[in-house]
């Protein structure tokens, strides 16, 4: 099919001419801009392209703006399930025969849906139909395997000497992305667009076993695991980031193959997706062959479901998880999400408190008063795209305990409260994050990854561009303001992972 | 100014030619004429491995640079011809301690406290590792800081205080971690398999709580001034610099160190192991299963039909033989496959899964059928090829970056491989043959000396002793 007119939107790349000043480090930022060529598809899919020659290799980013959060309750670790069985292949990729595989796909998918509706009864479920549904389950899925060749997505991939290449799922988007060859675009061009358009579930029900083993590894065999989830399901009451990506188990066993097809189809869409590619190309030729298999992909309706919102935090909220494990301690408090202020405020409390060992909690936690084998602060957790938490974690040095680690910790945030920030730490930490932004443009996979990242979030990649030009905006005064709106014991969570001998 | 300003005209000219072409740019695909992904016709890839220019300064420091000025960053790399593996009895932790104290323990012209200072206020960052046969230091620094930067680093490497109190920071800190080996499954389980498998020599040991306590600041001086001269040093200098800059520099930095060589004997690690299926008790819900054995080096040309074996076996991704068989078909794992590890003088090649607690059994006997196969039967020619493309083609991805171009031909040189490794090494790849993975899977991979840890619960303790004879219980000692 031929599109009308595909109009490539060139936003940006003729203004800078003028603007073209020398100004010591900001350059950087400005310049990138500029490398960077954004188009919007007919479709409404977004490509982002930038052109650098070191490496005779290409990075690609796809993301769809869809994860956890979207998932019903009771289908949680929908998204990720999806996510996995994205590599199954599609309509031409691994079957043998289409026409005969969807036939018995059919019956699969009937079988497995009726053995789940059976199990879910628990103690009430009729025994003989569970192992009657089993028997007519292997049988079938005995008949499928003749029909299809297993991992072909991962196969042309690796043959043509694909690197980096995964998948992961968020709670608020879901990536793909691979390096290949930068002679090799097209291969990519050629399965991304058949697999955001024809995927085949194959193997559903022992991916789902699979899961459930990751489950294990990740959460019910690392305390750390099992700390974390509890923490969130904690800090968030209504909104979904309480959710584990993963899944809860329960909900994990039973995840239906209906409801993730019904999922794929309304958020794997061209106009909820953004495309990043880096590094050895010609742009022109590459947005050709994008338009080329992307193009063709109909725009959809995209009607998402509204997200429950948090409730403004009314009092602390505490967690204890037992394990056979030493001591660990979580601490978060709700903030607002990017773009607000206020989170470019806690991006420098984030290098003020812990960036370096010349940082408030390293010095004092961990030099000074010798307490705590590491501390760390994070902002912006779980998620992105709606209000997140600041969270600090660390873990006490025997024999003290996660209670003076907390009460030290607290000291630190009084101080940001009472005191204002010198000049040299607010510079240092400045220093910090410019430095970082130039380091983060070494790797062409690390430049896909951002620029597709900021663009589906905030909807803007220049995000990056313009975040250290607002960083250096902020004053002594801001980090104190912020602090004493939202350091505060009211709206705080704090976890412990406490060792049960 | 100039690379600007090129880099400005480039991007018109390129936006010109964009709206010349995107009038054409019309045509898409509908999903019946999709072409077959197998037959897609591709620009022939005539990729030359680049090259680091390396030269040797008076005082016997060997240098590789290579330029990369798009952004302004310089990256140096300091690799000493040290290791853990030269730990003395009792006192393990030495190397990796010393390192750290030499990083953070201030230097004769600055305290440590001045250091931290000045590197955090610039956000130049000094990193250390310490590995088995290796430590490096590794400065990486905004091309303005590059003179601090260097410094800094400099006095490090030649002119360490080793602050008392430093010390005791880092011995503290060492001695949690190991306290908290055992928090991470995965992490205990290879730490104890390591020991088995190199069985109290060198590499089979590592830091207890009892051996960083027994290192004083004399242990550490004595190693620093056993193993860090300029004769067993060799650095990268990468990114925005010119060689005669980076050649001026080290000059100026390192040039006046003068240390003679010490005579130190390099530790033996042996290469052949005693079979057995060992257990260490864990209550966790899954098993760690990992089983592996000795293999050939780096400079053993069986390694290239081994690098193909591994591939097929268990680390060339969903398509691999044990990845299809756990993961896949039978769903017992999320994580599991094989890894061969090379040095340049022997290698280690094994498997392993983290699998459902009630199918260790099952899955250790896949794994070890898949193993015993190999040397069983032929691999069909046409996966012997696949394995052969994949690894060929993915070669090029070890050259995506300056630090890594100039480190890796670094490496070459320290580890005594041949000048043409890079040259040769897809040629080397390219003539394995079924007939080789056969033969080498012959020559190494007995049953009998290949060394298994299950790290599982105890119900599968009792699991395992149904099907082996004589598993082993061991304890962890932190």
């Known amino acids: 099919m031929m599109s009308k007119s595909f109009v490539g939107i060139l936003t940006h790349?003729?203004?800078?001419?003028?603007?073209?000043?020398?100004?010591?480090?900001?350059?950087?930022?400005?310049?990138?801009?500029?490398?960077?060529?954004?188009?919007t598809l007919n479709n409404g899919l977004i490509v982002l392209m930038m052109e650098r020659h070191l490496s005779p290799t290409v990075s690609f980013y796809i993301r769809h703006r869809v994860g956890a959060i979207d998932e019903e309750d009771g289908r949680t670790g929908t998204a990720h399930l999806l996510e996995h069985m994205m590599f199954k292949g599609t309509k031409t990729i691994g079957t043998k025969n289409y026409k005969k595989e969807d036939r018995i796909l059919r019956l699969i998918a009937k079988t497995g849906e009726n053995l789940d509706a059976e199990r879910m009864k628990g103690k009430y479920a009729d025994k003989n139909k569970i192992e009657s549904l089993t028997k007519q389950m292997t049988l079938l899925q005995k008949e499928h395997k003749k029909l299809f060749v297993e991992n072909e997505i991962d196969r042309l991939y690796t043959?043509?000497?694909?690197?980096?290449?995964?998948?992961?799922?968020?709670?608020?988007?879901?990536?793909?992305?691979?390096?290949?060859?930068?002679?090799?675009?097209?291969?990519?061009?050629?399965?991304?667009?058949?697999?955001?358009?024809?995927?085949?579930?194959?193997?559903?029900?022992?991916?789902?076993?699979?899961?459930?083993?990751?489950?294990?590894?990740?959460?019910?065999?690392?305390?750390?695991?099992?700390?974390?989830?509890?923490?969130?399901?904690?800090?968030?009451?209504?909104?979904?980031?309480?959710?584990?990506?993963?899944g809860w188990p329960s909900d994990l066993q039973f995840l239906s193959?209906?409801?993730?097809?019904?999922?794929?189809?309304?958020?794997?869409?061209?106009?909820?997706?953004?495309?990043?590619?880096?590094?050895?190309?010609?742009?022109?030729?590459?947005?050709?062959?994008?338009?080329?298999?992307?193009?063709?992909?109909?725009?959809?309706?995209?009607?998402?479901?509204?997200?429950?919102?948090?409730?403004p935090q009314k009092g602390e909220r505490r967690v204890n998880i037992l394990a056979d494990a030493n001591p660990k301690l979580i601490i978060a408090y709700h903030k607002p999400a990017m773009p607000d202020f206020d989170d470019y405020v806690f991006d420098v409390i984030e290098c003020i408190l812990s960036r370096g060992r010349t940082s408030r909690f390293y010095k004092s936690l961990v030099e000074e008063q010798a307490i705590a084998e590491s501390i760390q602060t994070t902002n912006g957790v779980p998620g992105a795209k709606y209000s997140n938490l600041f969270v600090i974690s660390a873990k006490p040095r025997y024999p003290h305990t996660s209670a003076e680690v907390e009460m030290s910790i607290n000291n630190e945030l009084e101080d940001l409260k009472s005191k204002t920030v010198s000049d040299r730490d607010l510079d240092k930490a400045k220093n910090q994050l410019r430095t970082d932004f130039i380091r983060s443009l070494e790797s062409n996979t690390g430049l896909a990854n951002m620029l597709s990242y900021f663009e589906i979030i905030t909807g803007d990649y220049r995000y990056i561009t313009n975040h250290i030009k607002i960083i250096e905006k902020v004053t002594p005064e801001d980090i104190m303001r912020v602090a004493k709106k939202y350091l505060l014991p009211e709206n705080r969570t704090v976890a412990n992972l406490i060792d049960k001998n | 100014m100039n690379k600007f300003i090129y880099r400005v005209l480039h991007l018109v000219l390129l936006y010109f030619l964009l709206s010349s072409t995107i009038a054409c740019a019309t045509e898409t695909t509908s999903i019946s004429k999709l072409p077959d992904p197998d037959t897609l016709h591709y620009q022939p890839d005539r990729f030359i491995p680049p090259l680091a220019q390396r030269v040797v300064i008076d005082n016997g420091i060997i240098l590789y640079i290579f330029e990369d000025h798009e952004l302004p960053i310089v990256n140096i790399s300091a690799v000493i011809r040290t290791g853990s593996?030269?730990?003395?009895?009792?006192?393990?932790?030495?190397?990796?301690?010393?390192?750290?104290?030499?990083r953070t323990g201030g230097t004769n012209s600055m305290s440590a406290t001045a250091v931290d200072e000045a590197l955090d206020f610039f956000a130049g960052s000094i990193s250390v590792s310490m590995n088995r046969d290796s430590g490096s230091f590794n400065l990486s620094v905004l091309k303005k800081d590059l003179d601090e930067g260097l410094n800094i680093f400099s006095q490090v490497l030649t002119n360490p205080a080793f602050e008392q109190n430093k010390i005791r920071l880092a011995k503290d800190l060492k001695i949690e971690e190991v306290r908290r080996v055992a928090d991470d499954p995965q992490k205990l389980a290879f730490r104890e398999f390591k020991k088995l498998l190199y069985d109290n020599t060198p590499a089979g040991r590592f830091p207890t709580i009892a051996s960083i306590?027994?290192?004083?600041?004399d242990d550490l001086v004595q190693f620093y001034n056993m193993f860090y001269y300029p004769g067993n040093l060799m650095i990268a200098v990468t990114g925005d610099i010119s060689k005669q800059e980076a050649i001026n520099k080290i000059k100026e930095h390192f040039g006046s160190w003068n240390k003679a060589n010490v005579h130190y004997d390099i530790p033996h690690i042996p290469t052949k192991s005693k079979g057995h299926i060992y257990f260490l008790s864990k209550n966790i819900p899954q098993s760690i299963i990992i089983t592996a054995q000795f293999a050939p080096g780096k400079r053993d040309l069986d390694a290239y039909p081994f690098e193909v074996l591994d591939f097929i076996v268990g680390s060339g991704g969903f398509r691999s033989l044990i990845f299809r068989e756990v993961r896949n078909n039978l769903g017992l794992a999320y994580s599991t496959g094989s890894?061969?590890?090379?040095?340049?003088?022997?290698?280690?090649?094994?498997?392993?899964?983290?699998?459902?607690?009630?199918?260790?059994?099952?899955?250790?006997?896949?794994i070890r059928s898949v193993i015993k196969d190999l040397r069983n039967s032929m691999i069909d020619k046409k996966e012997i090829e696949r394995a052969i493309k994949s690894i060929n083609n993915n070669f090029i991805f070890s050259f995506l970056s300056a630090k890594q171009i100039a480190y890796q031909q670094l490496m070459i040189e320290y580890e005594h491989l041949p000048r043409d490794?890079?040259?040769?090494?897809?040629?080397?790849?390219?003539?394995?043959?079924?007939?080789?993975?056969?033969?080498?899977?012959?020559?190494?991979?007995?049953?009998?000396?290949?060394?298994?840890?299950?790290?599982?619960?105890?119900?599968t303790y009792k699991q395992m002793l149904t099907t082996f004879k004589n598993v082993l219980r061991v304890e962890s000692k932190l």
Not at chain 1, 19 to 35: C, G, N, Q, R
Not at chain 1, 178 to 185: D, E, F, K, Q
Not at chain 1, 291 to 308: D, E, V, W
């Open chain 1, 159 to 246: 043959e043509n000497g694909a690197d980096h290449m995964n998948a992961n799922t968020g709670l608020d988007l879901t990536t793909y992305h691979v390096s290949l060859p930068s002679n090799r675009i097209e291969l990519w061009a050629r399965i991304e667009a058949d697999r955001m358009t024809n995927p085949v579930f194959r193997e559903f029900y022992s991916e789902r076993n699979v899961i459930m083993e990751e489950r294990k590894q990740r959460v019910d065999s690392d305390p750390r695991g099992q700390l974390y989830e509890q923490f969130l399901a904690t800090a968030y009451v209504a909104h979904p980031y309480r959710r584990p990506i993963l």
């Open chain 1, 257 to 311: 193959i209906v409801y993730t097809a019904d999922f794929f189809k309304k958020y794997y869409a061209p106009n909820n997706t953004v495309i990043a590619i880096v590094g050895d190309i010609d742009p022109a030729k590459t947005i050709r062959i994008v338009n080329k298999y992307f193009g063709s992909i109909p725009r959809r309706n995209l009607n998402s479901a509204p997200i429950t919102e948090e409730l």
């Open chain 2, 85 to 102: 593996n030269y730990d003395p009895i009792r006192k393990e932790g030495l190397a990796e301690l010393t390192a750290t104290a030499m």
């Open chain 2, 339 to 366: 890894f061969y590890t090379k040095k340049s003088e022997y290698g280690v090649f094994g498997a392993y899964a983290v699998v459902k607690s009630e199918a260790t059994v099952k899955a250790l006997s896949l």
């Open chain 1, 13 to 39: 790349a003729i203004l800078f001419t003028l603007m073209f000043i020398s100004i010591p480090s900001a350059v950087i930022s400005y310049e990138l801009e500029k490398m960077v060529f954004s188009y």
């Open chain 2, 213 to 217: 306590k027994n290192i004083q600041r």
């Open chain 2, 421 to 459: 490794y890079l040259a040769a090494y897809r040629d080397n790849i390219a003539q394995v043959s079924a007939k080789d993975v056969q033969r080498i899977a012959v020559k190494y991979l007995s049953a009998d000396e290949s060394v298994t840890l299950i790290v599982g619960n105890e119900e």
